[in-house]
């Protein structure tokens, strides 16, 4: 049944499951700090777990296909993985811990304004405004623009926040806590959020010129995965210096980690 279905249906059904389970990875990524997860260490186990889950798919589906690694690639590679995991992911958590998830996921839908207007100076998108396609694009972008800015600036009274009872579980007193950052720096979160939607666009607009010299798409993705991996190693060398704080305590965190692979 599925596949009598157009394909442009499907990937409008496929978008729109993406979008809502970018929903419940910003609610799951909060429930883990909430929790005392080290934030080095969440996005360290969610990495690790992703190239392990890439890597027999782009090597074997992808065999015929990838070209021969050189150095070139490898530097390539290592810089995509710098802009689309480190920057990216680090900006994220970062900018989670200190804001919400309702506003992380607000500010994420400049990320295709900011992606089209990267492409467009770089000569990757061509803008026709003589064509309604063109003005559709602009549009789009100053509409996309505006949505974002008035839901991250206007916050707005509080519509329903009730206080927990005090023998309420402990996951639902997590649950309860997924708002604002109390004692947090909002600024700040600001700042790190629009580093990552940043970075998000970074990453999206320099895939495309690598894709066409290496058009082998899981092994890119796998690649970009590893070196981003090293780096987040490197950077937890120094900052998480602390043992027990690799631990994982409960099947919650188990959880919120491999939510945030998928």
């Keep these: 049944m599925w596949c009598s279905v157009p394909e442009r249906v499907q990937l409008h059904v496929a978008m729109l499951a993406l979008q809502f389970g970018y929903a419940g990875f910003h609610v799951v990524s909060r429930a883990a700090l909430n929790m005392g997860m080290s934030k080095i260490v969440f996005i360290v186990y969610r990495n690790i777990i992703a190239f392990l889950l890439l890597l027999p798919f782009a090597y074997f589906l992808e065999k ?125 979160g600001c700042i790190y959020l629009i580093g990552h939607c940043l970075s998000w666009s970074g990453w999206l607009v320099l895939q495309a010129p690598i894709l066409k010299k290496y058009p082998a798409r899981l092994s890119v993705t796998s690649y970009t995965c590893f070196f981003g991996l090293i780096q987040f190693l490197i950077i937890a060398a120094f900052v998480e210096r602390v043992p027990e704080a690799w631990h994982v305590r409960t099947g919650a965190e188990v959880f919120s980690v491999f939510y945030a692979v998928s």
């Design 64 to 188: 015929k296909e990838r070209p021969p690694i050189n150095l070139n690639f490898i530097v390539q590679f290592f810089l995509l993985a710098l802009v689309g995991i480190t920057a990216n992911q680090g900006f994220y958590i970062l900018g989670l811990d200190n804001t919400s998830p309702t506003f992380a996921s607000a500010i994420q839908n400049s990320v295709p304004a900011i992606t089209f207007l990267m492409a467009a100076i770089l000569r990757i998108e061509q803008v026709r405004l003589n064509r309604k396609d063109g003005i559709a694009k602009v549009v789009g972008t100053i509409l996309c623009v505006a949505g974002a800015s008035v839901i991250t600036l206007y916050k707005g009274p509080t519509i329903y926040s009730p206080a927990p009872p005090l023998h309420r579980p402990i996951n639902h007193l997590i649950l309860a806590s997924l708002g604002d950052a109390k004692g947090k720096n909002w600024t700040l």
